[in-house]
């Protein structure tokens, strides 16, 4: 990008986010330094955003720079690791200010919140595209694999399900909006990543996923790495109030099985850690749902109240 990049830069990304210790040297430099505490391990992932793929162009900027951080610290959470910092990178078509200052905006506040550092990034022009690294630390042994559940472990998410799926028809839908849609529609665009829910899973949850693609998908890579089965019961699967009183029930649990973009987290533990596991959600005041069982059977049997079974013809998003 022409010279103004370095101006740019200085104006929207210095210094933005938490401040933190653990940060050497920061924005400016080749590259950024960090010094994670002895013992812990450094967690590492990476989230794209392309417009017209994982938010629609006209999208609020600032609900792009709060969500392409958020689909990252959840990626965090469900490792159970403590965020600390991230590094941005920003494709443009132009230089637009007040998109720019917008986008930081909402990177920033999610950022504070989180305790996260903006260490460094890359500003290149082109078709809209925000990509997000975070770093976070965790002690080693406590990480929340995919591989870890066992048979007779239950199965719980957080909060509710299908609301960003039903937010993302409802925006692009052109049905006239009711006022009680701001909220589903707010789902989609500002996920709320369960960042102190995933540390305080650590030595309680055997597994942990964010839902990202779909409950049905996601706890489908759990099963897979783990070499073990589950069965849910749909009817426990939680929908928030705004989404019963919008959409059919056979459309809503559709979204809540194979909907994406809820990002909250599908975690596997120990039965007898059921009591431990409802006061750390009740301490973020955060809902809790047991949903289902892992067995030793291969494979994710929906089963409603009643017996019957549910089957999805596509049980969550892919790009290929
Ligand atoms: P280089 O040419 O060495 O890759 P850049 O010109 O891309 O350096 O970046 C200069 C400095 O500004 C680096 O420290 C880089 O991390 C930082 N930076 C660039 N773009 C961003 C951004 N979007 N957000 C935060 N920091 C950025
Ligand atoms: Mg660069």
Partial sequence: MASGEFDLIARYFRGLGACRDDVLLGVGD???????????????????????????????????GHKVLAVNLSDLAAMGAQPAWALLSLTLPETNDAWLAEFARG???????????????????????????????????????????????????TGTLGDAASGLALWQGGEPR????????????????????????RGIATAAIDISDGLA???????????????????????????????????????????????????????????????????ENLRLTRIGVIEREPGLRLQRADGSVVTLERSGWQHF
């Fill in 107 to 157: 990177f920033s506040a999610l950022a504070c919140d989180a305790g996260v550092a903006l260490v460094g990034g890359d500003l290149t022009r082109g078709a809209l595209c925000a990509t997000v690294q975070v770093g976070g630390t965790v002690p080693p042994e406590q990480a929340l694999r995919r591989d870890g559940a066992r048979v007779g472990d239950a199965v719980y998410v």
């Fill in 178 to 201: 009711r006022d009680a849609d701001a909220v589903l529609i707010e789902r989609l665009h500002r996920p709320t990543p369960r960042v102190n829910f995933g540390t305080a899973l």
């Fill in 30 to 64: 080749d590259a950024a330094l960090v010094l994670p505490a002895p013992g812990e391990a450094v967690v590492l992932c990476v989230d794209t955003l392309v417009a017209d793929v994982h938010f629609p162009l006209d999208a609020p900027a600032a609900s792009v």
């Fill in 217 to 283: 998908a996601d706890l489908g890579h759990i099963l897979q790495a783990s070499n073990v089965g589950a069965s849910l019961d749909v009817d426990a699967v939680p929908q928030s109030a705004a989404l019963q009183a919008r959409f059919p029930a056979e459309q809503r649990l559709r979204w809540a099985l194979a909907g994406g973009d809820d990002y909250e987290l599908c975690v596997i533990a120990p039965p007898e850690q059921e009591a431990a596991l409802e006061a750390a959600a009740q301490a």
